[in-house]
């Protein structure tokens, strides 16, 4: 009989429940015992109590429970050996040899770099005498599948990441509050929303809520003096009879220069140059929160489906799988080769390889 761990981490995202829920279901229906890790990596080093036999009826209710029911965290122990040794041993003593991680691709590595190293961590568990010749003999190859919960949407190789889009609409709700309030008095408002090095988040909220300037860290205003290209456009808008002002900007924004661009200069700039009464709204962690939309709720269940079957399939000379969406279909491609184009990616942008960037990110970004 299967034993499936499944576990989230990292940043929470809504739909993440959906994973859990869909993996404990499917599994069962497959003939698995799935356990759910608490707390991510660090219920797995920690063992105990962290680490509970999931049943039908332990999900109830968990599809429309924004975040991660069974709790996540950034775990420091699991990044040190000894931590990752005492997680294969409370893997091994629970009988556990798959696991299904559902997290960004700092998570995701850790689990590949935690298969990657474990045969040795077994012989050297061995060797200590933390278990028997036995289990080190059943436990020889751990399955790892990854499953991307993200709200920023920053991987390579898979459209669209768990929980983006939720995050998207209270993107865009609050932007439409905001909105009523900037038309009453006439007023500018910059936005702060998350994404951490991606746009992704900015860039479909300016273009679902009608914003003036967007600014996202792949594609920097062309112009060294961007203050002065926005304020045309700002200025344009009035002209033509607009009454409010919005410019949203991704925590990770960037010039020209790689010179992180900030709220408050942006709202000084629009003061002092146009006149307008303007104010700063920085969205945090209402973005993360709430309770999944349709969307993260289907597709973590289907992506969370693909997962269980990946880890039935699964041999060990196969490299680790994500599931992924391409082009409406649920895919599995290399977990180490997504990882590696996010952070070609990521690079590209510090070598200033903006369309590079973009590339990797497509089709996440409308050119
Ligand atoms: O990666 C998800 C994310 O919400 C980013 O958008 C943001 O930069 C970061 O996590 C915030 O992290 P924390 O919740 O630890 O403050």
Known sequence: ?????VLT????????NACVRSVVLYGISKGCDVYAVYEGYQGLVDGGDYIRKMDWRSVTGYLSIGGTSIGTARCM?????????????NLIKNGIDSLIVCGG??????????????????????????ITKEEASI???????GLVGS???????????????????????????????????????????????CGWLALMAGIATGADFVFIPERPPSEEDWETAMCKVARRHRELGKRKTIIIVAEGALDRNLKAIKVDHIKDILCDRLGLDTRVTILGHTQRGGSPCAFDRILGTVQSVAAVDAVLASTPDK?????????????????????????????????????????????QFLD
């Open 77 to 89: 122990a699991f990044k040190t050996r000894e931590g990752r040794l005492l997680a294969a041993q």
């Open 151 to 197: 709200i920023d949407n920053d991987m390579s190789s898979t459209d669209i990441t768990i929980g983006a889009v939720t995050s998207l609409h209270r993107i865009c709700e609050a932007v439409d509050s905001v909105d009523t309030t900037a038309l009453s008095h006439s007023r500018a408002f910059v936005i702060e929303v998350m994404g951490r090095h």
């Open 139 to 145: 436990f020889k190859h751990l399955t790892i599948v």
């Open 105 to 130: 691709d700092g998570s995701l590595t850790g689990a590949d770099v935690f298969r990657s190293e474990w045969s040795g961590l077994v012989s050297e568990l061995l060797k200590a005498d933390r």
């Open 1 to 5: 009989r299967k034993k499936i761990g």
């Open 9 to 16: 981490s990292g940043g929470d995202a809504s739909g993440m």
């Open 319 to 363: 490299p680790s799988p994500m599931i992924g969406m391409n082009n409406n279909q649920v895919t599995t491609k290399p977990l180490m080769d997504a990882v590696k184009l996010t952070h070609e990616g990521a690079a590209a942008i510090e070598s200033r390889n903006f369309d590079r960037a973009l590339e990797l990110r497509d089709p």
